[in-house]
């Protein structure tokens, strides 16, 4: 092998390079020949974190390159060694070498060489002043000598100095002429590594939907050249942390730990996997595991002499110590020592530790050294956007502390609008949603006051300030894009044929990893899709919700620190009254979705008596509430987790319209929505019902002007079509609602589910909608207080109405009910109105009662 052939090996795949070495050393080498192996060796064996192993290794290439007055290999040599020397703590001596061989050279060979000082200088010391001279330098001279691979490289390292020192955009530019330079070598390893940095820059930026887009097309090149790039693999790991993504994050991880571990890859690169390891199970909620990859890391890091890293490692560990309850004064100890190494090593990580240590002082009544913390945690708000939202939690947090409670509102109220702004930088419904936890710490330290206060008009203000979010904000549809189009045709095809071959056992084989990889592609599509700053939501206002209710009760519910609450608003009171345990709440709920799933099945042959199952829900969901209920009908705003209560079990409600809204917010807006000009309806049947289309064929009779799509004329497009705009649609199909990933949740048509990715197509979301299939109510609880489904899309495209289930629901039974749904809105009646008088007239059949309990009507 060629001894530049052997030198790249030692960077691509280190462990192969040292056994290439061991054998030519081995044998009979020239100097030359051994100077290559042994420096090929020391590079891997630096990369591999066995510093004084690569030190020795460099030493004997140095002497071996002297012997064969070969004064060129011998320069570059040293310069390898320059960099291991601090690498091993020996920075005034690495740097010293690195300053020697660069005198008296010119040209390509001091540019090379200035291009090791740069990532010495920058990537290892962080003196990005002198780095960026370095840069500036080697860029000239490597421009200027033909070469355009090392012209590129001198570009990718001044671009990485840009990036640490803030100057994103100079950097991206840089990066991005390095990438058409490497192309047209092609240099495809080296372009993929450019790519992925593009992504950090993007990330930087606060790009998001860009950096993911950067990093996937980066990932498609290596598993095309089947290499492993641990960069890449961290640097997306971080990117989807950013977004919320934990669980893919951690897939990911997992997945590059294990192929680094098999192919003995470098200690380096393992070490920053596993710190990404660490954060990932962190923020998927596996604390023991984010300790045990966090201790490792920092092992590594601090054996292989990476302050900078360690720094970050220590301070990802305290974080799980800290959510895993640990208050101790050890570890207030170990945040001060190391808020002020990060002072030093990373200003803009430092934030995060100040505001963990001024907890920790807290926990330990320290109160002038919790304030001295949060006070520098605090001033990092002209920062960074991490280091803004750290900065907001800190001053609210400082404020909390020392009683100036209008000051700490203040703050909770600028975090969260910093947050908006991002939220609004997203496309992908999934990350807005997502992206609202990062709010929930503010939010929280507000509405805890609220409660303390006993303020019913503030808890209702903050309750709504961030509830339901992402519904406020102007929806993006996914781009004109046909390759998602395609893809969602083939994930349909695929499904029906999955559903209709009979032999097929789900969970494994060909059909199911192609269903995985379609569905993955359509994430990986949408997830980066871009946002568009515009104007902020409407602000809430409990004065213009009063002038809207009219004669209805509005009830709305808030968990604060695993405690119910109830607001109630009418005429023109707002009212608080403590309910009880959420835990209870849930449990309750539980048992009354299974006694409706049971009745609608007739599973057993003793008939459950729901209004006593409804009398003790109403009692763990209302509690004294009900008091302040007056005549009229009702609106009731649930929390995330309580979205699917059939509200007509409770005894209060059941005769009563009653709408579901995700916030009242959203129930103001979906009672300004205007129709669209001309009436349109719309009915489809899917395919499968027991009742065949003897639904639909009804209702055609009330709406002889509709839109009919069944017996094989209910695809994907044509629904699609057909829907778009629409004053009413109603669909009779079977539903799914996909807990582990609810914009898969669909609608069963004739050539395959309907999914939530189909309908954010839609230019407009139909205005009012009947979702006759099981389940269709149902959606993700995610974020701080938001839904992922079916019928949370279709009210965030800008749907003002949803009838839907939340149960399964009997076919037979269900035909009469929506016969007479339907002609009680030909009458006039809104929604809610016209639910209510079906059950009424449901009758005592067990079946008949079982429907017109199961359903709910949402939005106005």
């Known amino acids: 092998m060629d001894t530049d052939d052997l030198h790249a090996l030692a960077l691509s795949r280190p462990a192969d390079a040292v056994r290439m070495a061991r054998e030519v050393l081995a044998g009979s080498p020239s100097d030359a020949e051994a100077a290559a192996a042994h420096q090929a060796a020391g590079v891997a064996h630096r990369d591999f974190g066995d510093i004084h192993e690569a030190v020795a290794e460099l030493k004997a290439a140095l002497r071996y390159a002297r012997r064969a007055s070969d004064p060129d290999r011998a320069a570059d040599i040293q310069a390898s060694l320059g960099v291991a020397l601090v690498m091993a703590g020996q920075t005034g001596r690495g740097l010293a070498m690195l300053d020697s061989i660069v005198l008296g050279r010119t040209g390509v060979q001091a540019g090379r060489i200035l291009i090791r000082r740069v990532w010495v200088r920058g990537a290892l010391l962080g003196r990005y002043p002198e780095a960026l001279a370095d840069a500036e330098q080697a860029v000239q001279l490597l421009s200027d000598g033909g070469d355009l691979v090392w012209e590129a490289r001198a570009l990718t390292h001044r671009a990485m100095v840009l990036l640490a020192m803030g100057e994103v955009e100079r950097a991206d530019h840089d990066y991005a002429r390095s990438e058409q330079l490497f192309a047209s070598c092609g240099q495809q390893a080296e372009f993929a590594d450019t790519r992925q940095a593009r992504g950090a820059a993007a990330f930087a930026r606060g790009d998001l939907p860009k950096a993911l887009q950067y990093l996937d097309d980066a990932q498609r090149v290596v598993e095309t050249l089947g290499i492993l790039e641990p960069d890449l693999l961290a640097n997306k790991c971080l990117v989807l942390l950013a977004a919320g993504l934990s669980r893919d994050a951690l897939t990911e991880i997992d997945s590059a730990l294990d192929r680094i571990q098999q192919q003995h890859g470098s200690a380096a690169r393992l070490a920053e996997l596993l710190y990404c390891a660490g954060l990932a199970a962190h923020a998927a909620g596996a604390m023991d595991l984010a300790e045990s990859r966090g201790h490792d890391a920092l092992v590594l890091f601090r054996r292989q002499q990476r302050p900078w890293w360690a720094a970050r490692a220590e301070l990802a560990l305290l974080q799980s110590r800290y959510a895993g309850g640990d208050r101790t004064a050890r570890l207030l100890r170990t945040g001060q020592r190391l808020s002020a190494e990060l002072d030093q090593l990373d200003p803009s990580l430092a934030a995060e530790a100040h505001l963990l240590t001024g907890r920790l002082a807290m926990a330990q009544t320290d109160q002038a050294e ?98 339901a979010t992402v519904l406020a904000i102007p929806p993006v549809r996914p781009q004109a894009d046909d390759g998602l189009v395609a893809d969602l045709a083939a994930l349909r095809s695929l499904t029906q044929r999955m559903e209709t071959n009979y032999d097929h056992r789900p969970g494994s084989g060909p059909l199911d990893r192609e269903r995985r990889r379609l569905e993955t592609a359509v994430r990986r599509r949408v997830l980066r899709t871009p946002g568009s700053v515009g104007e902020g939501p409407d602000r809430f206002s409990t004065a213009e919700l009063l002038d809207h209710l009219g004669d209805r009760t509005l ?306």
Request: glycine share 8%; hydrophobic share 45%.
């Open 370 to 467: 919790a304030r001295r913390h949060l006070q520098i945690a605090a001033a990092a708000r002209t920062g960074g956007l991490q280091a803004r939202g750290a900065g907001w939690l800190a001053l609210a947090t400082l404020h909390q502390g020392d009683g100036r409670s209008r000051a700490m509102l203040a703050a909770c109220r600028q975090g969260l609008s910093l947050i908006e702004i991002y939220l609004r930088t997203l496309g992908a419904t999934e990350l807005r949603v997502l992206a609202t936890s990062q709010g929930a710490e503010l939010a929280a330290i507000a509405l805890r006051y609220a409660i303390q206060r006993h303020n019913p008009r503030q808890v209702l203000e903050w309750t709504e300030r961030w509830r």
């Open 555 to 860: 009830l709305e519910l808030t968990d604060v620190d695993d405690q119910l609450y109830a607001i109630v608003v009418a005429r023109g009171r707002v009212r608080l009254e403590l309910v009880g345990p959420t835990a209870l709440a849930n449990h309750r709920l539980s048992h009354a979705l299974f006694a409706l799933r049971r009745e609608a099945t007739a599973h057993g042959t003793n008939q459950l008596d729901l209004d006593a199952i409804g009398a003790r829900l109403e009692t763990v969901l209302l509690g004294n509430a009900i008091r302040h209920l007056r005549d009229g009908p009702a609106v009731v705003v649930p929390t995330g987790r309580l979205h699917a209560v059939p509200w007509s079990l409770l005894p209060s409600l059941r005769h009563r319209p009653t709408s579901v809204a995700p916030s009242a917010a959203a129930w103001l807006r979906a009672r300004r929505a205007v129709p669209p000009p001309t009436e349109r309806v719309v009915l489809v049947g899917g395919p499968e019902l027991s009742t065949g289309q003897e639904e639909v064929r009804r209702l055609s009779e009330l709406y002889p002007a509709s839109i009919v799509l069944t017996d094989g004329g209910a695809t994907a497009e044509a629904v699609l079509a057909a829907v778009d705009g629409a004053s009413l649609v109603h669909v009779a199909a079977h539903g799914t609602f996909r807990a582990d990933s609810p914009l898969f949740s669909a609608l069963q048509l004739d050539d395959g589910p309907l999914t939530v990715y189909d309908l954010e197509r839609l230019k407009q979301a139909p205005h009012r909608v009947v979702l006759s299939s099981c389940s269709s109510a149902l959606g993700g609880p995610s974020g701080a207080d938001e839904l992922l489904g079916l019928v949370s899309a279709l009210i965030a495209l800008g749907s003002a109405g949803v009838v839907a289930s939340v149960v399964p629901v009997n076919d037979p039974a269900t035909v009469p009910l929506m016969f007479d749904l339907h002609s009680r809105l030909c009458a006039g009646d809104d929604l809610a109105g016209a639910l209510a008088g079906t059950r009424a007239s449901a009758g005592d059949s067990r079946f008949a009662r079982t429907a017109a309990h199961s359903f709910i009507a949402l939005g106005a």
